[in-house]
T-cell receptor, first 115, second 110 residues
């Protein structure tokens, strides 16, 4: 089973709202990722958690706040977003074994619209 | 200079033909190379990965890697209309970070 699930599928929020995106995997993977993807662009890495610790933060604005409550769950808390933050937010996971060919598996994404 | 480069396309191929996609990368320390397919509005889906020089075949797909030339390619044989999508090349050095190319849009015409 190579399934990563994400909720919600779609989200519309105002610039003063607080919302959270959720991601879950049950593959025993120990690395989890948040990506942002704008239309006709490749995914852009935001955060990486390895063994529930934040290992990479790609200089993401503080209005995005990641959280990894346990090895299966990853959240992205959103607050005071801007319209330019509207995008597809993708979660991915991988084993974090360090082996060549270690693959990241993507969830279906949350399409976010900020009004 | 972009770290991973792909021709944006569209690459238009007739049904049944071979589609050839190319990707170059700048980091000589890159260790693993991945091809993902992404349909419009959907998330990336892994097609295959390669980490040794040479060819690797999986069904109608063949990945080719030449580390000396810093070049990786994907061949799609017997292209089908369902292969119409954007193909993302992704490169991994040490650690967990994947660097994506801009993607090549492929159109397979019946």
């Amino acid at each position: 089973d190579t399934e990563v699930t994400q909720t919600p599928k779609h989200l519309v929020m105002g610039m003063t709202n607080k919302k959270s995106l959720k991601c879950e995997q049950h593959m025993g993977h120990r690395a989890m990722y948040w990506y942002k993807q704008k239309a006709k662009k490749p995914p852009e890495l935001m955060f990486v958690y390895s063994y529930e610790k934040l290992s990479i933060n790609e200089s993401v604005p503080s209005r995005f706040s990641p959280e990894c409550p346990n090895s299966s769950l990853l959240n992205l808390h959103l607050h005071a977003l801007q319209p330019e933050d509207s995008a597809l937010y993708l979660c991915a996971s991988s084993q974090s074994s360090g082996r060549a060919g270690e693959t990241q598996y993507f969830g279906p994404g949350t399409r976010l619209l900020v009004l | 200079q972009k770290e991973v480069e792909q021709n944006s396309g569209p690459l238009s191929v007739p049904e049944g033909a071979i589609a050839s996609l190319n990707c170059t990368y700048s980091d000589r320390g890159s260790q693993s190379f991945f091809w993902y397919r992404q349909y419009s509005g959907k998330s990336p889906e892994l097609i295959m990965f390669i980490y040794s020089n040479g060819d690797k075949e999986d069904g109608r797909f063949t990945a080719q890697l030449n580390k000396a030339s810093q070049y990786v390619s994907l061949l799609i044989r017997d292209s089908q209309p369902s292969d119409s999508a954007t193909y993302l090349c992704a490169v991994k050095a040490a650690g967990n970070k994947l660097t994506f190319g801009g993607g090549t849009r492929v159109l397979v015409k019946p």
